[in-house]
């Protein structure tokens, strides 16, 4: 019989062991899924977590690392805010296609003017815009008691019909020939977020997420907030009787966390991506949400599993044209990441231990 003991204090060797022993299990448990598709298994998860890195082409696969895990942490810092304080925003997706769209439109207003102003206005449009998306489930949270889990994730529907409504209307390249989408940014050159250094995959996206997840350490590990952050989440009557308002912090936690998002999108529909399409958004708000448990709602440890991430997405692009794996077993790989992750997480709280079952 198996029973779980709670633990005096939390086990900080878990706690930091547990994100490995998730993405060990996820290999061999997506071992087990690929040999099922017909697949050999090591080949599988040798091409999707080392061939990026170590293959002949990774010259050409390690620049995508920063690309991929950019938006993945900038997001992922963002939510880790509400995350830590008992506020659940589930649509960072939404805010990350808003922000996308302001700061396209913004770029596309000044078309074709040379202004070394335009990319900085760009940047503010998008967080600003990310950031009212956010405060939309806040305010009603806060006004109405609705719930900001289903109200965020309503809301990236809206914003996945309003993507819809600009690539096919407004913000629709008047030259494109009657074809979906918007002028490319990345060859307008005031509006471009272009590579800093050619060929690393460094631009303005990677550096703002590295500003982040300094900010973020900082602020959590050394700042009032931080503890009015951690506070409200692990006692939240506490909080109160410590001056927390609860309706300020989620006001100020999901309109931060929706600002990273909304800045991610902008980031990403000025230099990667370079136009708003139909189907700009590619999945990073929820994918996100793994980023930020799988690093223990940690700056530092969001960071690193961004690049986890990231990994998978490049590797599992190599392995569908290489392998002709099915894009959905990818998909499914990083959902049994979280899963894994919140199974054995029970082992931070809780030792394990077997008994005989003794008869009534």
């Not at 979906?180 to 303005?204: D, M, T």
Request: charged share 10%; net charge positive.
């Amino acid at each position: 019989m198996i029973v779980l003991d709670k633990r005096q204090q939390p086990s900080r060797m878990w706690s930091y062991g547990a994100p490995v022993l998730a993405v060990v299990l996820t290999m061999l448990v997506g071992g087990i899924l690929f040999a099922a598709l017909g697949k050999n298994p090591v080949e599988v998860i040798r091409t999707i977590f080392l061939d990026p890195l170590f293959s002949q082409n990774a010259w050409f696969y390690r620049p995508q690392l920063l690309i991929k895990g950019a938006p993945l942490v900038l997001i992922a810092v963002g939510l880790s805010f509400g995350f830590r304080a008992g506020i659940w925003n589930i649509g960072a997706e939404g805010q990350y296609v808003i922000g996308a769209l302001c700061g396209a439109a913004v770029g596309l207003a000044f078309y074709p003017a040379e202004f070394w102003l335009v990319f900085p206005l760009m940047i503010m449009a998008g967080a600003i815009g990310g950031a009212l998306w956010g405060l939309i489930p806040g305010i009603l949270k806060v006004r109405f008691g609705t719930n900001e889990i289903l109200v965020s994730l309503m809301l990236v529907y809206v914003a996945e019909s309003l993507l819809a409504a600009m690539a096919l209307g407004p913000l629709k390249n008047p030259e494109g020939m009657g074809f979906p989408g918007s002028r490319n940014l990345a060859q307008y050159p005031s509006a471009a977020n272009l590579e800093l250094i050619s060929g690393s995959g460094l631009h303005w996206g990677v550096v703002a997420a590295l500003i982040a997840v300094i900010f973020a350490y900082v602020l959590l590990a050394r700042h009032m907030f931080g503890f009015q952050v951690r506070l409200a989440g692990q006692a939240p009557r506490a909080a109160r009787f410590a001056g927390v308002n609860p309706a300020r912090m989620i006001l100020i936690c999901m309109g931060l966390s929706g600002a990273l998002a909304g800045l991610a999108g902008m980031f990403e529909v000025s230099g990667p991506a370079g136009q708003v399409t139909i189907d700009f958004n590619v999945g990073y708000g929820f994918t996100a949400i793994i980023v930020a448990f799988l690093g223990r709602l940690h700056p530092v440890g969001i960071l690193l599993a961004g690049a986890v991430m990231a990994l998978t997405y490049i590797g599992g692009g190599i392995a569908q044209s290489n392998l002709g794996l099915p894009a959905a077993a990818i998909s499914l790989l990083q959902g049994m990441l979280l899963f894994f992750l919140l199974a054995v997480d029970v082992l931070t709280n809780y030792r394990v231990r077997f008994s005989k079952k003794v008869a009534a």
